[in-house]
């Protein structure tokens, strides 16, 4: 099997717990001492494959493997996310939930993808946000 999360050696290597429909894999390459992979024990490869309850398990796994991590390790704070597609950086193509702890002066910058450096914060005015929220909001 070519995926590496189904693959049965990486289970028996990196599985350190699972529910019903998740592995929790200890990261290959953990950036911090702790970081996790929630893993949906179907192949999947994006987020919106997942079914409701399926997205729900997950979330909850996510929250009971943190606070695990949180009373284990007391970081400082966590990162968490998903990376989906080539170009968001999504190298194992088996959706996964990153679990990142973070502690003061653990040399990992601060993402800035969905955060800017102060410095480079610039807010839009009411006049940009109106047409704006106006297009988003007739998606829905
Ligand atoms: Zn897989």
Do not use: W
């Not at 949906?40 to 987020?47: A, D, I, N, Q």
């Not at 284990?72 to 702890?101: D, R, W």
């Amino acid at each position: 099997m070519s995926c590496p999360f189904c693959n049965p050696e990486t289970i028996a290597k990196q599985k350190i717990f699972e529910t019903e429909n998740e592995y929790v894999f200890y990261n290959l390459s953990p950036k911090t001492k702790g970081q996790c992979l929630v893993v949906p024990k179907r192949h999947v490869e994006g987020v919106r494959e997942l079914d409701a309850e399926e997205s729900a398990s997950l979330m909850r796994t996510v929250g009971f493997v943190s606070e695990k991590l949180d009373g284990y390790l007391h970081p400082a704070g966590f990162n968490y996310g998903f990376n989906e597609g080539s170009i968001a950086g999504q190298t194992v193509f088996h959706l996964h939930f990153h679990i990142m702890p973070r502690y003061v002066g653990d040399g990992v910058e601060v993402s800035h993808i969905f955060h800017r450096k102060p410095e480079d914060k610039i807010f839009m005015t009411d006049e940009e946000m109106r047409p704006l929220a106006e297009e988003f909001r007739a998606i829905f």
